[in-house]
């Protein structure tokens, strides 16, 4: 190959998920109309919206739990839409899924449930997976002593960071985070903001994140899409959209909340350029 064609090829974005001309419906109503976009290797993307608009709807629907009308939606290169489920399982296995309300099993401790996945969908000793369930309970900041727990046992802080856990059983590639913060105080919700930029940049893992919260797109999110009027309206960095002029956008980012969250992005990030630039 030659150096032109290698620049050229350096600058393609490696795209983790590519959706095209999505069309979703439910009987008369239509969910989403002609919706495109892509998440490349390595970002933290969050998908914004107002309530109904069909946020979680398209996060199910990339992980194959809904099927769309029409469209195309491809994972690591492959199309999902059609797949069987003994097909989709080697793809199920390079990603992780957090849901919003956990999804634990109650009637399992906390490393239960994460080591219930490993022998699940491995061959590993009993021994390898307890070492294992143990190593990611503490990669997402919890006590030692919290794998020992049940999940009502938990504050809601602690539940979210357990089934964080769980989804990071099979050292996933590509991690989906449904309303991460949704539920939580400010303080915990801080927590969970860090642990998911940290984790990115510690794994190097993809994240794609379905969310209402202002701050953590600001303090987190490389890259935002704004779903609303049934389509993509806007799509880039949080100070892309917040020059947006399109009505919907502006609320969503002027309103009393997104210019307090703004600030407050904002002071993060000038504080982190400071202590960069002290180093």
Same mark, same amino acid.
């Given at each position: 190959?030659?150096?032109?064609?290698?620049?050229?090829?350096?600058?393609?974005?490696?795209?983790?998920?590519?959706?095209?001309?999505?069309?979703?419906?439910?009987?008369?109503?239509?969910?989403?109309?002609?919706?495109?976009?892509?998440?490349?290797?390595?970002?933290?993307?969050?998908?914004?919206?107002?309530?109904?608009?069909?946020?979680?709807?398209?996060?199910?629907?990339?992980?194959?739990?809904?099927?769309?009308?029409?469209?195309?939606?491809?994972?690591?290169?492959?199309?999902?839409?059609?797949?069987?489920?003994?097909?989709?399982?080697?793809?199920?296995?390079?990603?992780?899924?957090?849901?919003?309300?956990?999804?634990?099993?109650?009637? !399992?401790?906390? +490393?239960?449930?994460?080591?219930? &996945? =490993?022998? #699940?969908?491995?061959? *590993? /000793?009993?021994?390898?997976?307890? $070492?294992?369930?143990?190593?990611?309970?503490?990669?997402?900041?919890?006590?030692?002593?919290?794998?020992?727990?049940?999940?009502?046992?938990?504050?809601?802080?602690?539940?979210?960071?357990?089934?964080?856990?769980?989804?990071?059983?099979?050292?996933?590639?590509?991690?989906?985070?449904?309303?991460?913060?949704?539920?939580?105080?400010?303080?915990?919700?801080?927590?969970?903001?860090?642990?998911?930029?940290?984790?990115?940049?510690?794994?190097?893992?993809?994240?794609?994140?379905?969310?209402?919260?202002?701050?953590? !797109?600001?303090? +987190?999110?490389?890259?935002?899409? &704004? =779903?609303? #009027?049934?389509?993509? *309206? /806007?799509?880039?960095?949080?100070? $892309?959209?917040?020059?947006?002029?399109?009505?919907?956008?502006?609320?969503?980012?002027?309103?009393?909340?997104?210019?307090?969250?703004?600030?407050?992005?904002?002071?993060?990030?000038?504080?982190?350029?400071?202590?960069?630039?002290?180093?």
């Amino acid at each position: 190959m030659s150096a032109a064609a290698n620049a050229a090829a350096t600058t393609v974005p490696d795209e983790v998920i590519e959706i095209r001309d999505l069309n979703t419906r439910f009987g008369d109503a239509v969910v989403h109309r002609d919706v495109s976009l892509s998440v490349r290797r390595g970002d933290i993307f969050a998908l914004v919206g107002g309530s109904g608009c069909g946020k979680s709807t398209l996060l199910r629907e990339i992980i194959m739990l809904q099927q769309p009308v029409s469209g195309s939606i491809r994972v690591f290169g492959q199309e999902v839409i059609g797949l069987s489920d003994e097909q989709a399982l080697p793809l199920r296995r390079r990603w992780g899924m957090m849901f919003e309300r956990g999804a634990l099993f109650s009637s !399992l401790t906390v +490393a239960e449930n994460v080591a219930m &996945v =490993l022998r #699940e969908h491995t061959r *590993l /000793g009993a021994a390898l997976i307890d $070492e294992i369930a143990a190593l990611k309970i503490a990669l997402t900041g919890l006590p030692a002593d919290a794998g020992s727990k049940y999940p009502s046992e938990l504050s809601g802080g602690m539940r979210k960071r357990a089934a964080l856990a769980r989804a990071l059983a099979l050292d996933p590639e590509l991690l989906f985070l449904d309303e991460p913060t949704a539920g939580l105080d400010p303080l915990s919700a801080a927590g969970i903001d860090e642990l998911v930029h940290q984790l990115r940049d510690a794994l190097g893992i993809t994240i794609m994140m379905v969310t209402h919260d202002l701050d953590l !797109l600001w303090r +987190a999110a490389d890259r935002v899409a &704004v =779903l609303g #009027e049934e389509r993509i *309206l /806007g799509n880039g960095t949080m100070q $892309e959209l917040a020059r947006s002029e399109h009505p919907i956008i502006r609320e969503y980012f002027y309103g009393p909340r997104g210019r307090g969250a703004r600030e407050q992005g904002t002071r993060v990030q000038g504080a982190g350029e400071q202590a960069w630039n002290r180093k």
